[in-house]
């Protein structure tokens, strides 16, 4: 079979009409004024990456109290998937009740924000109610107990916590991929 | 699941941030440019294959990284402009013994760039030079004053 062939032009732009190099400035110079505005774009991304925007930052975190003061929570309103952070539950005195805490949360815990362990383990966890109820052996206050999440999925994720008998905080938190 | 998607968008940002960063890395790296791809690719690799590190895994990535490759070469043979886009368009450097002085500040050149390739082609003065030409693959091509 012969191999296709085609004569060869002049199709490449010269230089002084003698070298044939193909520079072409006006593409040259629009390239360069997208370079800047993608610095810009990084440049932009960097600070708000210092700043939390994308987790891990004062911007991700955030504190929230239940209204009775049963608990305050400090948590990262922005996660990273896949990426260990901590939520912190303070309890208050009325939520210690005949020396224990107890402490039912959503299964978006463990399902969205991928809860790895309690810090201190609870004596006792029962599923049921759309969630998880954990019992905490309490004296007094101050009383707290860590939870170390691994989120399984990128988006966003609601998360509910109560002390039974008391009132319900809800956290809204979105996974970064 | 999620290495395959992680491999196409590192190939994607890798490509933007190597062709906006300048064409030097393309070719003439100095160390403190080496510095530079090795630790872009450490950071890209963490993110692709994450904590699984197994051979399904990493066979995926590559075999994602190795699709989108054709692909850009692809549309590159098909498409001038995209051609253009990634690979951008040869620069006259120095013409008739003149520096074009804007286009090298914009490049980041310097004129001791271009002596160092006239000296691999045997030619030691910058006056010896008539052309000298950034070329899409980050060399920098001598054409030497044949008075």
Same mark, same amino acid.
């Given at each position: 079979?012969a191999?296709k062939?085609?004569?060869v032009?002049?199709?490449?732009?010269?230089i002084?009409?003698?070298?044939?190099v193909?520079?072409?400035?006006q593409?040259?110079?629009?390239?360069?004024?997208?370079?800047r505005? /993608?610095?810009?774009?990084?440049?932009l991304?960097?600070?708000?990456?210092?700043?939390g925007?994308?987790g891990r930052? +004062?911007?991700?975190?955030?504190?929230?109290?239940?209204?009775?003061?049963?608990m &305050?929570?400090?948590y990262e309103r922005?996660e990273r998937f $896949?990426t +260990?952070s901590?939520?912190?539950v303070?309890?208050g005195?009325q939520?210690?009740?005949?020396?224990k805490?107890q402490?039912?949360?959503?299964? $978006?815990?463990?399902? &969205?924000l991928?809860?790895?362990?309690?810090? +201190?383990q609870p %004596?006792?966890?029962s599923i049921?109610?759309?969630? /998880?109820?954990?019992t905490? #052996? %309490?004296s007094?206050?101050p %009383?707290?107990?860590?939870?170390?999440?691994? #989120?399984a999925s990128?988006g966003? %994720?609601e998360?509910q916590?109560?002390?039974?008998?008391s009132?319900?905080?809800?956290?809204?938190?979105?996974?970064?991929? | 699941m999620?290495?395959s998607?992680h491999?196409i968008?590192?190939?994607?940002f890798?490509?933007l941030?190597?062709?906006v960063?300048a064409?030097?890395?393309?070719?003439q790296?100095?160390?403190f440019?080496f510095?530079?791809?090795?630790?872009?690719?450490?950071?890209?690799? !963490?993110?692709t294959?994450g904590d @699984?590190?197994?051979?399904t895994?990493?066979f995926?990535a590559v075999?994602a990284?190795v699709?989108m490759?054709?692909l850009?070469?692809?549309? =590159?043979?098909?498409? =001038?402009r995209f051609?253009?886009i990634?690979?951008?368009?040869?620069v006259?450097?120095?013409? @008739?013994g003149?520096w074009?002085? @804007?286009?090298?500040?914009?490049?980041? !050149?310097? @004129?001791t760039?271009?002596?160092?390739?006239?000296?691999t082609?045997?030619?030691?003065?910058?006056?010896?030079?008539?052309?000298?030409? !950034?070329?899409?693959n980050?060399?920098?091509?001598?054409? =030497?004053?044949k008075?």
């Amino acid at each position: 079979m012969a191999i296709k062939t085609q004569p060869v032009t002049d199709s490449v732009p010269k230089i002084n009409d003698e070298v044939a190099v193909g520079e072409d400035l006006q593409f040259q110079r629009r390239w360069w004024a997208f370079e800047r505005w /993608i610095w810009m774009l990084f440049a932009l991304l960097v600070l708000l990456d210092l700043l939390g925007a994308f987790g891990r930052g +004062p911007l991700a975190k955030k504190h929230a109290e239940a209204a009775d003061g049963s608990m &305050k929570v400090d948590y990262e309103r922005i996660e990273r998937f $896949s990426t +260990p952070s901590i939520l912190t539950v303070s309890f208050g005195k009325q939520a210690i009740r005949d020396g224990k805490i107890q402490l039912w949360v959503s299964e $978006s815990l463990v399902k &969205k924000l991928g809860n790895q362990r309690i810090v +201190p383990q609870p %004596a006792a966890s029962s599923i049921g109610n759309n969630g /998880i109820l954990y019992t905490f #052996p %309490a004296s007094d206050v101050p %009383a707290t107990a860590e939870f170390a999440l691994s #989120p399984a999925s990128p988006g966003s %994720a609601e998360l509910q916590m109560q002390v039974p008998g008391s009132s319900v905080i809800t956290l809204k938190v979105f996974i970064v991929p | 699941m999620y290495t395959s998607p992680h491999a196409i968008f590192g190939y994607l940002f890798l490509t933007l941030t190597v062709r906006v960063l300048a064409r030097r890395p393309g070719a003439q790296m100095t160390a403190f440019e080496f510095v530079l791809v090795f630790l872009i690719g450490g950071v890209i690799i !963490l993110s692709t294959v994450g904590d @699984d590190p197994s051979m399904t895994n990493c066979f995926g990535a590559v075999l994602a990284i190795v699709l989108m490759h054709r692909l850009v070469t692809f549309f =590159k043979v098909k498409s =001038k402009r995209f051609s253009e886009i990634v690979d951008g368009r040869p620069v006259v450097l120095l013409k @008739d013994g003149q520096w074009q002085s @804007d286009l090298m500040a914009q490049l980041r !050149l310097q @004129d001791t760039d271009v002596m160092a390739s006239a000296r691999t082609k045997g030619i030691p003065k910058l006056k010896d030079i008539k052309y000298a030409i !950034l070329e899409r693959n980050g060399a920098i091509s001598i054409l =030497k004053d044949k008075k």
